[in-house]
């Protein structure tokens, strides 16, 4: 790309909703403060969070294997990020590699759970015990429960996306390809055992706006799309905003 000049930025605010209990694991760190062997990650004030980067490196791999990238994946060889910088994903995402200069386009924000209080938090978090079950007398092995902490179905997150705009036709591109991406996460899952049912998620109640590179030079006003909860429909409202 010739033009690395910024001409604005589009942001997509809206919420992620769980359709099924969520675990993104936390640290060591947060290990201390929960009961459960597997806590939920969350802030230093016990905040309960979907890490951006969590979010990202999803939609990415789900993008990656979907023959988004330049990459192809093959049976019993690691499954390694695209490093080419110049396929949709790599554009989108960034490179895979600091030798390529190449500006992402995106930023995901860590996405707090809705919650007007702590107990209000902790009313949304509750303890799965999960079986080992004994291949050959189908029942559970002594000692195979694992107690993890969930995220309850039904609880909301705030989610945020910005867009570095550079192109503004190729960009508009790039900005619907990232959303089919959010297709696929929606028939995958975030965080873990989404093989045993965990992580289902819907985007809802999105919206974009427009800034342009003048709205920060205080002159020009903001384009926003209507709430909507279809992602066609924000694909289609954004390619009319600039
Ligand atoms: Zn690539």
Redesign the pocket.
């Known amino acids: 790309m010739d033009n690395i000049t910024l001409k604005g930025k589009l942001i997509i605010n809206g919420k992620i909703e769980l359709l099924t209990g969520m675990h993104i694991g936390g640290t060591a760190e947060t290990l201390k403060i929960g009961g459960a062997d597997n806590p939920v990650i969350k802030d230093k004030n016990g905040n309960v969070f979907i890490p951006g980067s969590s979010l990202k490196g999803k939609i990415r791999s789900l993008m990656e294997i979907s023959g988004y990238?330049?990459?192809t994946y093959e049976k019993g060889k690691p499954g390694k990020p695209?490093?080419?910088?110049?396929?949709d994903?790599?554009l989108i995402f960034g490179?895979h590699s600091s030798n390529i200069k190449e500006p992402s386009r995106v930023i995901i924000r860590d996405g707090y759970l809705k919650a007007n209080d702590m107990s209000e938090v902790y009313e949304k978090l509750e303890i799965k015990a999960e079986n080992t079950i004994d291949r050959v007398s189908g029942t559970t092995i002594k000692g195979g429960i694992r107690n993890i902490e969930r995220v309850v179905a039904g609880s909301e997150f705030n989610y945020e996306v910005v867009f570095n705009i550079y192109d503004k036709n190729k960009d508009k591109e790039l900005i619907k390809k990232f959303i089919e991406g959010m297709k696929l996460l929606e028939d995958d899952y975030l965080g873990g055992s989404g093989s045993r049912g965990y992580g289902k998620v819907k985007f809802k109640e999105l919206e974009a706006t427009y800034k342009p590179k003048e709205y920060y030079e205080g002159e020009e006003n903001l384009k926003e799309t209507k709430s909507t909860d279809d992602l066609n429909q924000l694909t289609n409202d954004i390619s009319e905003l600039f």
């Not at 695209?82 to 396929?87: A, P, V």
């Open positions: 990238a330049k990459i695209c490093e080419c910088g110049e396929c994903v790599c490179p």
